[in-house]
């Protein structure tokens, strides 16, 4: 009887050592885990780089976009149905009929290219420099001052009147001069262009 306990003993402890020692029992399970772990982290991986390529195209789309739009808005120029001396007699009477006081280009900058007239003029209202100057954090504004608009011809024979867009300039710029040029210099500015007809 103690021999036949003895031998039940010792067959169940080599059964339980084989049972956490048999590598065909044991690798299976732990190779197939470890082979999804692989596959998830790969997919996980892949997912983030997705995602980051993503926001850089959104990055630099959205930079390209905002470098054309600003390209084709930030200085306006439009084709006028007269001719270069009757536009450029008009404007100094024009502007002053709505208050503006203009003066013309005395930098030496040519009146003349390639036998094609150019003329700039400059208009300033006191009263709207003085209330886009008065807060300190917005005079930096004044390096844009006084407002230029210049009147030349093109090889086409066409007339063409230029300026910048200044309202979109100070929507970038922000600040108090936000609602001065919306509503007081842009509809003075608006009324002074329209005695210029566009060609159409």
């Known amino acids: 009887m103690q ?3 003895s031998q039940k003993i010792s067959e169940a402890i080599q059964n339980s050592a084989g049972e956490k020692l048999n590598p065909e029992q044991a690798a ?4 197939e885990s470890s082979a999804q772990n692989l596959k998830k982290g790969s997919a996980n ?8 390529c993503g926001i850089l195209w959104g990055v630099a789309l959205t930079f390209i976009a905002g470098v054309l739009y600003l390209r084709h808005n930030l200085i306006q120029e439009m084709p006028l149905a007269e001719d270069f001396t009757h536009t450029a007699d008009k404007v100094g ?3 002053q009929k709505y208050g503006w006081r203009v003066s013309y ?3 030496g900058l040519p009146r003349l290219i390639d036998n094609q007239p150019v003329e700039v003029y400059r208009f300033c209202k006191s009263r709207y420099a003085y209330e886009l100057l008065q807060n300190e954090d917005d005079r930096k504004i004044a390096c844009m001052l006084p407002c230029a608009i210049s009147v030349y011809q093109k090889s086409d024979g066409v007339t063409y009147i230029s300026k910048l867009n200044m309202p979109l300039i100070t929507q970038l710029l922000g600040g108090s001069s936000i609602g001065i040029f919306n509503e007081k210099i842009s ?3 608006r ?3 329209s005695h210029f007809p566009v060609r159409k």
Do not use: H, Y
């Open 3 to 5: 021999s036949d306990t």
């Open 28 to 31: 299976p399970g732990s190779s």
């Open 93 to 95: 009477p024009v502007a």
């Open 105 to 107: 280009n005395d930098c």
């Open 187 to 189: 509809p003075e500015q």
């Open 45 to 52: 991986r892949k997912m983030l780089l997705w995602f980051l």
């Open 191 to 193: 009324a002074i262009m």
